[in-house]
């Protein structure tokens, strides 16, 4: 697993946070883009910069053997904040590596892309994937499902929503979960390459079969923090409705935005059968409900959750 020079976007992110901690462990160095001064950190050189500054990718990628492209805009007011961040900044990332000649490129993309028609934000992933896929990088692309874990702030409001009792949902529909922990350390697995991973596209998940209803996860967060919840399943024009009022009382800040409300009424965000990572160099570890309940003991110590 160990590279000489690990160079990493998007590192101060709830993704980035985790894979930094587990490139600690593992004994890799590591250089890290941010866009703010960050604390001194062992094993972790931080440059300032962020995916338009040319200059600073330049030293980001500068002598390093791989880079790992985690940086990526979520949540937008309009579609042309999503293809600044997740498709000219993949290509800002991808040419400042070309110029330095590092061999190999793994990509965090979503599983949102499978979808483009529904979300800008499913739009932008997928033209972000064809920037690397055009290259002549040896790149892989990672697409993850839902990604939960400590310090993530978007699940952490289905957890404040479960101490009620009553979860508000999309539409009945299934997805995919993955811990964070278990994407971070499929990320870091895929440094070395080699044929039974470049050039190829990944759909990893926590290795349930056939994925988890939405109701299901309602009832898995409930269970997480103590409470029998109620599931909600509200129909699209309500959660268009919630995404207007919450664009006027939020801004930019917005959570549910037009977009968002897209892609979550599709019913099906389970990962492709057969699209896993091969079962020899990455297994699931965390369990999911097992999971959830760690991630809840995590929240109440940050105090993001009473």
């Avoid at 207007?244 to 019913?267: E, I, N, Q, S, W």
Wanted: charged share 25%.
């Amino acid at each position: 697993m160990a590279a000489e020079l690990l160079a990493i976007t998007g590192a101060t992110g709830f993704v980035g946070q985790a894979v930094l901690e587990f490139a600690a462990r593992a004994g890799i160095e590591v250089r890290a883009l941010a866009r703010r001064p960050q604390e001194a950190r062992v094993g972790v050189e931080w440059v300032q910069g962020d995916l338009s500054d040319k200059r600073a990718l330049a030293r980001l990628v500068g002598k390093a053997s791989v880079v790992l492209n985690i940086a990526g805009v979520v949540n937008a007011p309009d579609k042309a904040g999503f293809e600044e961040g997740n498709v000219w900044g993949t290509l800002n990332v991808v040419n400042a590596a070309l110029d330095a000649g590092v061999p190999r490129f793994v990509h965090v993309s979503s599983l949102s892309a499978r979808e483009p028609d529904l979300s800008d934000y499913g739009k932008s992933k997928l033209r972000g994937e064809r920037v690397v896929k055009a290259s002549s990088l040896d790149w892989t692309v990672v697409r993850p499902p839902w990604v939960y874990g400590p310090r993530d702030t978007d699940t952490l409001e289905m957890f404040k929503a479960a101490r009620f009792g009553v979860m508000p949902l999309p539409p009945k529909g299934q997805a995919s979960l993955i811990h964070v922990n278990d994407l971070a350390r499929l990320l870091l697995t895929l440094i070395p390459g080699g044929e039974d991973v470049t050039h190829l596209t990944f759909e990893p998940d926590d290795g349930r079969p056939g994925g988890w209803t939405h109701n299901d996860i309602a009832r898995a967060i409930g269970m997480a923090v103590g409470k029998r919840v109620t599931a909600m399943n509200l129909p699209a024009g309500m959660l268009r409705l919630g995404a207007k009022l919450d664009a006027r009382f939020r801004g930019k800040g917005a959570k549910l935005t037009m977009d968002r409300v897209g892609y979550m009424c599709h019913p099906d965000w389970r990962v492709g059968e057969g699209n896993q990572p091969p079962p020899a160099i990455w297994t699931p570890q965390v369990e999911t409900q097992m999971g959830l309940h760690a991630t809840a003991a995590w929240y109440r110590e940050a105090g993001w959750l009473k």
